[in-house]
């Protein structure tokens, strides 16, 4: 499925011009989606062609380059990666490279919706932890954000996931005004599965139809609210992503807040973005990006597309340049978070 060459093997990782260690792949399966998040899409997507859209067997070689070249930890994401088709064979490709020891972890991000059906497919394959995105507990305000979600299926897909012996955590855009006033309930809920709940700064990527402004809620602002009725302690934990976390003595879970706006999290930054049509993003908050389609189909061996990722990496920059910080403010990058998938 894969080139053998030798220059391969005498790779000695992906290293950007910072010396930052690239480990980590986020790897976005598809564009579409069954919900149409109010933050993360406009109600009327138009969605890529099928032809540009790499297959499963171009997403799993591609994957086995960039783990090749030291990536140790991949993130499925999307779109929602559990609506494409053949997800569970590409999940079967990679998880060989967990038994062989060259990666460590193999995760998704998911809306939930699919979970209740592949829940026991994912832990059969060797997913062992799961990222659950799910900013509300109120079945009217999970529909209005999602626009067309069911709040009852996702539920029942968290409850699979963890009968199975899934890791499950909760991510949950934080949105003044609207899911601000429940986080209380959601840090319990989550407590009383042993879950832990990340919230997230809304990022002004692509154009939607509201102005982010308008519910972009800081979460240092929020946390002194959450701290009126839990006790936080600061913990070293991390995931190998942007959140820091706290424990929080009541439930004995954690609670993670990534921040980009307010505070910016790049210097330790591991990661590349590859999207469903071998798009690669060195920077979430960036638009400079490179092609690896074309490599990736313009020969059997993997030398182009080695070449390809190690020249994308002399151009990884140095963060991101975020800002809602007024009224009506252009988002950040032209593509929406469902091209990348966070
Ligand atoms: N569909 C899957 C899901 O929702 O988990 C994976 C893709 S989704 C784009 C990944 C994450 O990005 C979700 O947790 C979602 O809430 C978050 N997200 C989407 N748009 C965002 C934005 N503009 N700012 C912050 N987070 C965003
Ligand atoms: Fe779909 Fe995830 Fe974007 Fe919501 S956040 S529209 S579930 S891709």
Not at 73 to 93: A, C, F, H, S, W
Request: charged share 25%.
């Amino acid at each position: 499925m894969h080139g053998n060459s030798a220059s391969l093997k005498a790779d000695r990782g992906l290293v950007d011009p910072f010396g930052r260690h690239v480990t980590y792949l986020r790897l976005s399966v598809t564009d579409r989606c069954d919900f149409r998040c109010v933050y993360c899409m406009a109600e009327d997507m138009t969605f890529l062609p099928k032809r540009e859209v790499l297959t499963i067997e171009e997403l799993a070689r591609l994957g086995g380059a960039f783990i090749r070249l030291g990536v140790r930890k991949i993130r499925l994401t999307g779109g929602e990666p559990l609506v494409r088709r053949g997800i569970m064979t590409l999940i079967d490709y990679l998880a060989r490279h967990l038994d062989s020891g060259e990666l460590d972890e193999l995760t998704l991000t998911t809306n939930g919706s699919q979970l209740a059906r592949l829940a026991d497919d994912l832990y059969a394959a060797g997913v062992r932890r799961i990222n659950v995105s799910m900013d509300s507990l109120d079945p009217d305000r999970f529909r209005q954000l999602t626009r067309r979600g069911d709040l009852a299926k996702v539920i029942d897909g968290i409850e699979a996931a963890l009968a199975a012996g899934l890791r499950v955590k909760i991510n949950a855009v934080a949105l003044k005004g609207v899911n601000d006033g429940e986080i209380d309930q959601m840090i319990a809920w989550c407590g009383q599965r042993g879950m832990d709940l990340t919230l997230i700064e809304t990022m002004p990527m692509g154009q939607v139809e509201g102005d982010r402004f308008d519910f972009f809620m800081p979460l240092d602002v929020l946390l002194k609210e959450i701290e009126k009725s839990w006790t936080l302690i600061p913990s070293t934990h991390s995931t190998g992503g942007p959140a820091r976390y706290y424990e929080i003595k009541e439930t004995g879970t954690r609670l993670g807040l990534i921040t980009p706006l307010s505070q910016n999290f790049c210097d330790g930054c591991n990661r590349v973005r590859v999207t469903c049509t071998g798009t690669i993003y060195m920077c979430l908050g960036q638009d400079d990006q490179a092609d690896l389609r074309t490599p990736l189909r313009a020969s059997e061996d993997d030398d182009l597309l080695v070449a390809a990722i190690q020249e994308a990496m002399t151009r990884k920059p140095k963060g991101h340049d975020f800002a809602i910080d007024r009224p009506g403010s252009r988002p950040a990058t032209r593509r929406h978070m469902s091209v990348t998938g966070g």
